[in-house]
């Protein structure tokens, strides 16, 4: 049982480490620099590699970093506003549903990771 509730603890920031190389991938697959806002591919590409920077310290030393989890929301949430408060909401259709699935994924697995650590393991046990 306790080898299930370690994998638990493990599985929402191992999810987030290949949310965040997507993020990082995006705006060559997607093809972000058609839009005429300057730098829009940026954005996905550093918050997706602080993404994965913070989901792969939690997979590697999971005690005692929930606060990176925190961090991690906050970027999620970022990453779902980014559109329109950098105004490309409308000049990139594509990057923004991409840029806001991503943050609602983000968001809610980071906080499933917070919630697991912080709970001791899953409610169930």
């Known amino acids: ?3 299930l509730v370690d994998e638990m603890m493990h599985s929402p920031s191992e999810l987030i ?3 965040g190389t997507w993020l990082i991938l995006a705006p060559m697959v997607l093809d972000h620099g058609a839009a005429d806002i300057a730098f829009i591919g940026w954005n ?3 918050v997706g590699l602080a993404i994965v920077a913070l989901a792969f310290l939690r997979v590697v030393i ?3 970093t929930a606060p990176l989890s925190l961090v991690t ?3 999620g949430a970022w990453l779902t506003a980014a559109p ?3 105004g490309y909401d409308s000049a990139a259709p594509l990057a923004t549903v ?3 699935i991503v943050g609602c994924a983000v968001l809610a697995l980071a906080a499933a990771s ?3 650590e912080r709970a001791g393991g899953p409610r169930w046990r």
Request: hydrophobic share 50%; glycine share 8%.
């Open 17 to 19: 480490v290949l949310v």
């Open 62 to 64: 999971p005690a005692g």
């Open 98 to 100: 991409n840029d806001i």
């Open 84 to 86: 329109f408060v950098r």
């Open 73 to 75: 929301m906050g970027l």
């Open 44 to 46: 996905d590409v550093i």
């Open 114 to 116: 917070y919630r697991t």
């Open 1 to 3: 049982m306790r080898r």
